[in-house]
């Protein structure tokens, strides 16, 4: 069972900026994609950004494109996602999740997404 541990987090004004980091403790820890996902108060989850593992590629959700910037570290089995130019409507609890399952070419936002973070309360205050 592989356990995600994220931290960053917390309240900014709008225009500032965050940083998120899921890592996982699990020595032989290997996924096809790792990425975070987000839930608005009253709106279901949503895709924000996420990295092919083992190969080179990434995909950012046009709502975020351009203010977040997702960036991984094998060696120290971590993400991140940087976030900037913050808005109120990036407010949500934001999830980091890994994809053990494939098949290895799928769209990133389509992996079958099957272990999660505890989450991560991002507020935005104008």
């Known amino acids: 069972q592989v356990q995600l541990v994220q931290s960053g987090g917390g309240l900014v004004q709008a225009g500032g900026s965050l940083r998120l980091a899921c890592s996982t403790s699990e020595r032989t820890f290997s996924a096809y994609a790792m990425g975070w996902f987000r839930q608005p108060p009253g709106k279901e989850r949503e895709f924000v950004a996420a990295?092919?593992?083992?190969?080179?590629?990434?995909k950012t959700a046009d709502s975020v494109k351009g203010r977040f910037t997702i960036s991984k570290d094998n060696d120290n089995r971590a993400i991140y996602l940087q976030m900037n130019s913050l808005k109120p409507e990036d407010t949500a609890v934001y999830y980091c999740?890994?994809?053990?399952?494939?098949?290895?070419?799928?769209?990133?936002?389509?992996?079958?997404?099957?272990?999660w973070g505890q989450g991560t309360q991002v507020t935005v205050s104008l």
């Open positions: 999740a890994a994809a053990t399952k494939g098949p290895w070419n799928a769209p990133l936002p389509d992996f079958e997404y099957n272990y």
């Open positions: 990295v092919r593992w083992n190969r080179v590629g990434s």
